[in-house]
């Protein structure tokens, strides 16, 4: 069993940047692929970025390569999406997810986080 909890949510201005993070518990989890995905108010929900177990492949988005960049940290249990560059259009509520077999896809993962709040302002 995962436990998944992130933070790092808040409101920022237009080209601003936020670090959010997702801290898991149980034993298995450096062994998961671990996803971001957010959703705005009235959209499905949208993968965003991903990092294998290792961390040694990453994967994004085209709306948001070379504004965010995903890490973790496995002696911390932690996985990191460093967002730069944020625009209204980023905002959502954002989470993270454990174990999916394909890491764009968030009906395979088996484990979700509650989320955390990105709010971009112009």
């Known amino acids: 069993q995962v436990q998944l909890v992130e933070s790092g949510g808040g409101s920022v201005q237009t080209g601003g940047s936020l670090r959010l993070s997702c801290a898991a518990s149980g034993r298995t989890f450096n062994n998961y692929a671990v996803g971001w995905f957010r959703q705005a108010p009235g959209k499905e929900r ?6 294998n177990w ?3 492949l990453t994967y994004y988005a085209d709306s948001v390569k070379g504004r965010f960049a995903i890490s ?11 967002m730069n560059s944020l625009k209204p259009e980023d905002t959502a509520v954002y ?3 454990a174990g999916g077999t394909n890491v764009s896809k968030g009906n395979t993962y088996n484990y979700w986080g509650q989320g955390t709040q990105v709010t971009v302002s112009s």
């Open 95 to 97: 989470s993270c997810a």
């Open 72 to 82: 973790r940290d496995n002696a911390k249990k932690t996985v990191y999406l460093q």
């Open 54 to 56: 290792s961390g040694g």
């Open 46 to 51: 949208e993968f965003v970025a991903a990092i």
